[in-house]
């Protein structure tokens, strides 16, 4: 089975700080992705990556970054946390269309 | 820009019932089409992924169609169970220059009571 692992599952940062989600994956899939979910809003892709080092924006990336050093680990990072931002974050990936998900990380930035 | 909309937005059913949840969307041209299922506070699990060279797919009690042409797909989920009760998505790819970019809907919210 495919497992997507999340560093946190809930996480509470306060306004300013820079917040590191990490995201890894054991099955060598080469595409990664970082989500946010909010109500009504649904799943927004925020970043996605096609191969270690790539990196493309999505639909919402401002006040985001990422970094992908190893295949199987994608870190979103913001750079200066703000209320914002809190939301749930969501980490996937695939080898080619099927995505497979984290079970996420619900970020309150106070 | 792609829009997804699903139909109903919530469905509470009795244990037993078969049942059909609805996904439109506006951008016909789509490499393939998956189906998620996410409990309350989770991540989402991956159901049924639909290639657009396939009309349908199946897994158990779960089957998935595809009609590209009308822009529309449809979950069927025969003899509900109280552990169906979940929130549904459906998410279009577009593949090509944005291969493995999903769009999603807001879901339909399904409660299957005993």
């Known amino acids: 089975d495919v497992k997507v692992t999340q560093s946190s599952r809930y996480l509470v940062k306060r306004t300013g700080e820079k917040v590191f989600l990490e995201c890894v994956q054991d099955m060598d899939h080469e595409n990664m992705f970082w989500y946010r979910q909010d109500p009504g809003l649904g799943l927004r892709l925020i970043y996605f990556s096609y191969d270690v080092k790539m990196k493309e924006k999505g639909d919402i990336p401002e006040g985001y970054s990422v970094s992908r050093e190893k295949k199987e680990r994608f870190s979103l990072i913001l750079e200066s946390a703000s209320t914002n931002q809190t939301s749930m974050y969501l980490c996937?990936?695939?080898?080619?269309?099927?995505?497979?998900f984290g079970p996420g990380t619900r970020l309150t930035v106070t | 820009k792609q829009e997804v909309t699903q139909i109903p937005a919530a469905l509470s059913v009795p244990e037993g019932e078969n049942l059909v949840l609805n996904c439109s969307f506006t951008d016909s041209a789509i490499y393939n089409l998956q189906w998620f299922r996410q409990d309350p506070g989770k991540g989402l699990t991956s159901l049924l992924l639909i290639q657009s060279s396939q009309r349908e797919q199946t897994s158990g009690r779960l089957n998935a169609s595809l009609d590209k042409s009308s822009g529309r797909s449809t979950l069927y989920i025969a003899a509900s169970q109280p552990g169906d009760s979940a929130t549904y998505l459906c998410a279009p790819d577009a593949g090509g220059t944005s291969y493995g970019k999903l769009t999603f809907g807001q879901g339909t919210i399904l409660t299957v009571h005993p």
């Open positions: 996937a990936s695939s080898r080619r269309y099927e995505q497979y």
